[in-house]
């Protein structure tokens, strides 16, 4: 099978013609998911609540219509949903505490020195690498939700043949991944707000990669 490239100039420029295209929806349904995600039981339907969101990321792809409940057909596929939205925080949340032991130890030990800057230096080392489990659980696992849009019922299977696809053509998803990661850094650049409009642009463009992949399937 073909691995299909991702052109990440013609990508970027296109997924942001579908995301102003479709700008109510994908912008506000966004910032609406986030809201609920601020709260304390918000937490638990992460899954459900970012499956609408690369739902309506799709079909905007697609060309195919829109309607606003699209945002949450999470919750009509719920139990799937629900599953690979904890299994992936699970998976990030256990990593990064397997990181924080070294870290807090590394960080007390500099402290001990009683030197400042090197205090400063390895808590800050050790503040980003708890970012890699966060980065390496969504280059996996974040097409899962196409996964399940398209039909697969068994959360386990969608993460395993998402994890597969991103495997099998690595180069091509990391090049991408690390275009996305520069417009996040731009995002927070600008005093964060820019950030709102950043995340659902990417998912837009996840849903480009993922439609590429799936036309190179057959």
């Known amino acids: 099978m073909q691995k299909p490239a991702f052109p990440l100039g013609e990508m ?24 609920i995600l601020s709260s304390g039981p918000g937490f638990f339907i992460v899954g459900p609540l970012w499956y609408g969101l690369c739902a309506v990321a799709l079909l905007a792809v697609r060309g195919l219509p829109l309607k606003i409940d699209d945002l949450f057909s999470g919750f009509r596929s719920f139990l799937p949903t629900l599953v690979v939205g904890l299994l992936m925080t699970a998976l990030i949340l256990g990593a990064c505490l397997l990181l924080a032991v070294p870290t807090v130890l590394a960080t007390l030990l500099a402290w001990s020195t009683q030197s400042v800057p090197l205090t400063v230096i390895t808590l ?64 927070l650049l600008l005093c964060c707000v820019g950030i709102y409009v950043v995340t659902p ?18």
């Open 12 to 35: 970027v420029s296109a997924a942001w013609r579908v995301f102003t295209g479709h700008f109510m929806l994908l912008f506000f349904g966004h910032l609406l998911i986030n809201l």
């Open 124 to 187: 800050s080392v050790g503040m980003t690498l708890s970012l890699v489990p966060i980065c390496v659980v969504l280059f996996f696992y974040a097409p899962a939700f196409f996964i399940l849009f398209d039909g697969e019922t068994d959360p386990l299977k969608a993460m395993k043949a998402s994890r597969k696809m991103v495997w099998n053509n690595a180069g091509q998803w990391l090049g991408l991944w690390a275009a996305l990661s520069l417009l996040h850094v731009a995002g």
């Open 201 to 218: 642009w990417m998912v837009v463009v996840l849903a480009m990669a993922y439609q590429r992949e799936k036309q190179a399937a057959g």
